[in-house]
């Protein structure tokens, strides 16, 4: 699965939008729907503010097994 595909997949999960998202972590919704469509990646806080907000872990969020 691609990184962005897994994004989105947890986003709607938690019932949230991009602009919701993009709220939360103070930036535009432009940057969310780049990373959901594989344009760009986030930074690594990022990567930790989203682990929180979707209530996953990081593997989780980048769609790796833990168990690897």
């Given amino acids: ?3 962005g595909e897994n994004f989105k997949k947890l986003r709607l999960e938690a019932n949230l939008s991009q602009k919701d998202v993009a709220k939360k972590l103070d930036i535009c919704q432009s940057n969310i729907s780049d990373w959901e ?5 986030p930074e690594y806080e990022k990567l930790i503010q989203l682990s929180k907000i979707y209530c996953v872990s990081l593997y989780e969020l ?3 097994d833990e168990n690897f």
């Fill in 1 to 3: 699965m691609r990184f």
């Fill in 62 to 64: 980048l769609g790796i």
């Fill in 37 to 41: 469509n594989d344009i760009s990646r």
